[in-house]
């Protein structure tokens, strides 16, 4: 039996990937708000959260806000991305002098892209279902190239900057800036092909039944 995967995310980046390894999840945006949710958590933890942490966090916010309206689906899966650089969580620029800004920090430098990943199990029981829910962040090493400040301007330009953690991408516009990367490739993209399989994995769900061709 196919498995029917919801994607808790807006990323057309994060569609892509899947629909290239042969999985076409329905798409269903959650309504979280991201900063009251991080809010909670530093209050309640009594100190700002690791860039790692909170990536895994706003993933299980976003996936368990569209598990509770998607109740038809057998697994949901939500994701988020933050860059850390010089100890301090990036996520997507408010606007286009904030991009610019960080860009003329990246540049020549090397950041961490941390992925949450977050699953839900919502399949019936007498269908397999685990009820489980497990998450995993993944991190990845990112060299920026040294961009001139004619180039900086040239990308905040086109707008990409602002619609993606970090404020580049590596699959867009942006692939020419990104020098190399230390780990997964998919998981700068936005989702982690390998970190899903295992968590599939984990809640008993073989990765073949989610792909829609064979």
Do not use: N
């Amino acid at each position: 039996m196919p498995t029917r995967l919801v994607l808790a995310s807006a990323s057309p980046a994060r569609l892509s990937t899947l629909r290239s390894a042969g999985v076409a999840p329905e798409v269903i945006v959650s309504s979280v708000d991201e900063p009251a949710v991080q809010a909670a958590a530093e209050k309640a933890a009594g100190h700002p959260l690791e860039a790692a942490d909170l990536a895994l966090l706003l993933a299980r916010a976003k996936c368990e806000d569209v598990a509770s309206s998607a109740p038809e689906a057998d697994v949901v899966l939500g994701c988020d991305s933050v860059l850390e650089l010089d100890g301090e969580i990036h996520g997507k620029p408010a606007d286009a002098a904030e991009a610019t800004s960080r860009w003329h920090r990246m540049r020549g430098r090397s950041g961490t892209l941390h992925t949450g990943h977050w699953l839900v199990d919502q399949r019936d029981a007498d269908a397999g279902g685990t009820a489980g829910t497990v998450g995993a962040t993944a991190s990845t090493l990112v060299h920026f190239a040294d961009l001139s400040d004619d180039e900086i301007e040239a990308y905040v330009a086109t707008g990409e900057p602002l619609r993606v953690a970090g404020a580049f991408t590596v699959d867009g516009l942006g692939g020419p800036y990104v020098r190399g990367i230390e780990g997964d490739y998919h998981a700068v993209v936005g989702v982690s092909l390998p970190v899903l399989r295992d968590l599939l994995g984990e809640l008993e769900i073989p990765w073949h039944t989610l792909r829609s061709t064979v």
